[in-house]
């Protein structure tokens, strides 16, 4: 197996093919009851599984055979010949990124440093997250509300499908998926009471700090 079994997002970004699923960072009903053992089990045993399958058929005796998947991220966003590929592949890092934007006990106060950076790009936790609620329940279809820092200031982007920041400059410090399968079985068509939920007692800020740097 290659360092992507590790689970962790810089290291999956650095791994090369032949992909492994990266495991959860934690057991699938330590998030219950926002969100359910049974979510998780699709979620990551089957739809991030299958782009990880799928990205290594993709992959398999072209260029791109031996590069990272940041390389291959990187190189293929916004050509339209090589959109499986870069769908394939952000959905990859995506999904493990996403993994680690939440844990148990989540939500809540931010550590210091980054409350303080909050503050300073928002004015408030508060209003930090009601555009992270903004960005995710007006994703028209299926995307991403991320947390990002553009220089020395954090901001708050939606992103379409597999879009991600990793291709616009800006350095990504924790995501909500917002596609159906994230929330569906739990919260039908209730996206917004899935991120409210999610936001409250699942962010993990401590991630995003990290990612910070």
């Known amino acids: 197996m290659n360092n992507m079994s590790k689970g962790d997002p810089s290291a999956v970004l650095q791994a090369t093919p032949p992909y492994d699923l990266p495991p959860l960072p934690y057991d699938e009903d330590a998030l219950d009851p926002v969100i359910s053992a049974k979510t998780l089990n699709f979620h990551h045993g089957k739809h991030h599984n299958s782009y990880v399958n799928t990205l290594n058929d993709l992959v398999k005796g072209t260029e791109y055979a031996d590069r990272s998947l940041e390389e291959i991220i990187t190189g293929t966003g916004g050509q339209a010949d090589k959109a499986k590929i870069f769908n394939n592949a952000a959905q990859v ?3 493990s990124f996403f993994w680690h934007s939440l ?3 989540g939500g809540g106060e931010p550590p210091a440093a980054l409350k ?4 300073a790009s928002f004015d408030s936790v508060d209003a930090c997250c009601k555009e992270l609620k903004s960005a995710g329940t007006g994703q028209f279809g299926s995307g991403w509300a991320w947390l990002v820092m553009d ?3 954090l901001k708050v982007i939606k992103t379409p499908n597999a879009e991600n920041p990793l291709t616009m400059g ?8 917002v596609w159906e399968h994230a929330y569906y079985l739990d919260y039908q068509n209730r ?3 899935f ?3 999610v936001i409250d007692k699942l962010l993990n800020w401590e991630f995003a700090l990290e990612n910070m740097g």
Do not use: Y
């Open 93 to 95: 890092w995506n999904h």
């Open 103 to 105: 844990r148990s006990g």
């Open 116 to 119: 303080q950076k909050i503050e």
């Open 151 to 153: 220089g020395d200031t």
């Open 170 to 177: 800006v350095k990504p410090l924790l995501t909500i998926d």
């Open 191 to 193: 996206r917004a009471d």
């Open 195 to 197: 991120l409210d939920a």
